[in-house]
Every structure is written in structure tokens, then in C-alpha cells.
């Protein structure tokens, strides 16, 4: 399977401007995502997936 070059982690990636005014757009969790780096907008994927994949595991309370 080839994967494109603009998605990570199954969120595509849009580069919109060009030179220094380039912004890097996406949308995670239904919420539109920006930065001036491809690198920042990939932190905050991969913090999104993190969050959206934990798991609340019940502490059994001390039984005194």
C-alpha cells in the first residue's frame, strides 16, 4: 500500500500559502489544526491520538 505524502496517522495534511507565509492545515477530531511547521501540526496529531486512544482503567479502592 503506497501511502500519500500529505497524510499522517489518517489525517491528511494541507499546505496552504507558499515561502515563509506557508501554514500546514488539518482537521483532528472534527477541529481545524494550523502551524507555521508540518512538524507542529504532527505533535499535535499524534497527541490526539494519544488522547483519544486512552483508557480509564478502574483502580480497585484498598480494602481496610
Known amino acids: 500500500m503506497i501511502k500519500p505524502k500529505n497524510l499522517y496517522r489518517g489525517h491528511s495534511m494541507e499546505k496552504v ?36 486512544s486512552a483508557v480509564s482503567i478502574p483502580i480497585p479502592a484498598l480494602a481496610v
Open 17 to 52: 500559502g507558499h515561502g515563509k507565509r506557508a501554514v500546514f492545515k488539518t482537521t483532528i477530531n472534527e477541529k481545524e489544526w494550523s502551524a507555521v511547521t508540518e512538524l507542529e501540526v504532527k505533535a499535535a496529531t499524534a497527541i490526539a491520538a494519544v488522547r483519544s
